[in-house]
């Protein structure tokens, strides 16, 4: 659904123009402005909207998680209007639209508002491409939009017919990589602890970053999913899947300090279950050669193996994303936030993808959000898919359950949870944070 809040989603620093969610106060006013031949034309909308076509209009757009209609103001005006839609998660990917209020028009708020919508679908919806379809003797709409790095992807001509004049229509796109390398520096960064065979969640928050830092010298924190994760232990009974460790017993051991010690059987009872559970699971033997290769003869540290299952799943799930352990940038000394934002400085990042979870400790140590970093949170909603068993739909287990059951492609079809990715504004405004300990890096 669309945004029920009306929370401006733009930060600060984004020229004065923030959007929010488009309103069922704000109907009379937009449909003013799309009534006005100075939008209806170039827009070429087909003539006038009376007010129960438009109520209807909102209530479909509120309704369909693949449209996004923002509200632009500046300085707290209301000044034009932001759409995203058909929005493809799975690709990410959607069609862009923007018009300035007829009567602001020529104020350069056009620049604005579009330069504050690529931060939108950039940066908080995390889209990879943006596409939009311009008339082609529309002058001024094509010269903001190429001044903007969008480039022209074909001309269909005669394509549209308004006011009795066949027009051609052009499609422009701009990919999110020209984009930052127009007005962004930095990487786009996540950080986690590298967890066993870890949920669809993590590799969400993967797959939207350049670099993934993966904090193996932070202490592991007890009750964690540092050596165990959830599968099905049987068609409809989930449990806890386990890898045996040989703890040191000091509280503050990290990952490279706790070693995998699995009895000589341990694979191939686990495999054996496993086998039971998902052997008819239409990608079981795939999902089975990705992980085999590491179980079967397990040794070293729980880091170390850890992170060689992560990098074996994301090449699976088709990532590019580099993964790097945190230890080859030590931090020692530091605490928490501050360690974090060492990392970030040593990373080189521009964006900060932060699991939820982690927003309650940032709060309390006081650094974040005054950093030259700007962070975004995670609020990953699991997309049902097929399980064992074909009950209710259990979600939050480990990845490896979705491996065993979709294809490569099926599984980025379910990867992408996170309908957007909220500000620290936005979060410090919820009445709960939802934190998650489970994802907070840890080190005291």
Not at 31 to 60: C, S, T, Y
Not at 166 to 186: E, S, T, V, Y
Not at 221 to 235: D, E, G, I, K
Not at 393 to 399: D, E, G, K
Request: charged letters at 20%.
């Amino acid at each position: 659904m669309a945004p029920s809040h009306p929370t401006h989603i733009v930060p600060a620093d984004a020229a004065a123009i923030a959007l929010r969610p488009v309103a069922a106060g704000d109907l009379a006013l937009l449909r003013g402005w799309i009534n006005d031949p100075r939008i209806a034309v170039p827009f070429l909308f087909p003539g006038p909207v009376d007010a129960a076509a438009h109520q209807a209009w909102f209530e479909r757009q509120q309704s369909d998680p693949a449209t996004e209609t923002l509200l632009a103001e500046a300085g707290g005006t209301p000044v034009g209007v932001v759409t995203l839609k058909g929005i493809d998660r799975a690709q990410r990917r959607a069609e862009i639209a923007i018009f300035i209020r007829p009567d602001r028009q020529g104020e350069g708020l056009g620049r604005r508002a579009l330069d504050a919508a690529l931060r939108v679908a950039f940066q908080s919806f995390r889209l990879r491409k943006l596409h939009l379809h311009v008339r082609a003797d529309n002058g001024a709409a094509r010269a903001l939009y190429q001044g903007a790095a969008f480039a022209e992807e074909g001309r269909f001509a005669g394509d549209w017919i308004h006011g009795g004049v066949a027009h051609d229509i052009l499609r422009l796109a701009l990919h999110d990589d020209a984009w930052r390398q127009r007005c962004c520096r930095g990487r786009r960064v996540a950080m986690m602890q590298p967890g066993f065979l870890p949920w669809l969640g993590f590799f969400e928050l993967a797959a939207s970053v350049d670099r993934m830092v993966l904090l193996d010298d932070f202490q592991v924190a007890r009750h964690s999913h540092a050596h165990r994760n959830r599968l099905f232990l049987s068609p409809g009974r989930p449990g806890f899947v386990s890898i045996p460790i040989a703890h040191p017993g000091t509280l503050t051991a990290d990952f490279r300090a706790i070693a995998v010690a699995p009895p000589a059987r341990w694979w191939r009872k686990l495999e054996a279950g496993l086998t039971q559970t998902y052997g008819r699971a239409p990608f079981f033997a795939e999902a089975m050669a990705v992980i085999q290769p590491i179980l079967a003869d397990a040794r070293g540290s729980l880091g170390a193996v850890n992170i060689a299952l992560i990098r074996a799943i994301a090449a699976r799930l088709g990532l590019t994303t580099e993964f790097v352990a945190s230890s080859e940038t030590p931090t020692d000394g530091l605490r928490r936030s501050a360690r974090v934002l060492r990392l970030l400085e040593l990373h080189d990042a521009g964006l900060y993808l932060s699991a939820r979870g982690s927003f309650a400790y940032m709060r309390e140590d006081g650094l974040f959000p005054n950093v030259p970093v700007d962070v975004r949170f995670q609020d990953f909603v699991p997309h049902p898919y097929p399980q064992p068993g074909g009950g209710e739909f259990t979600p939050r287990l480990s990845a490896l359950d979705a491996l065993f059951m979709l294809s490569p492609d099926q599984c980025r079809s379910v990867l992408f949870g996170t309908r957007r990715w909220q500000g620290w504004a936005e979060m410090a405004d919820a009445a709960d944070p939802a934190a998650q300990p489970d994802d907070e890096p840890s080190d005291d």
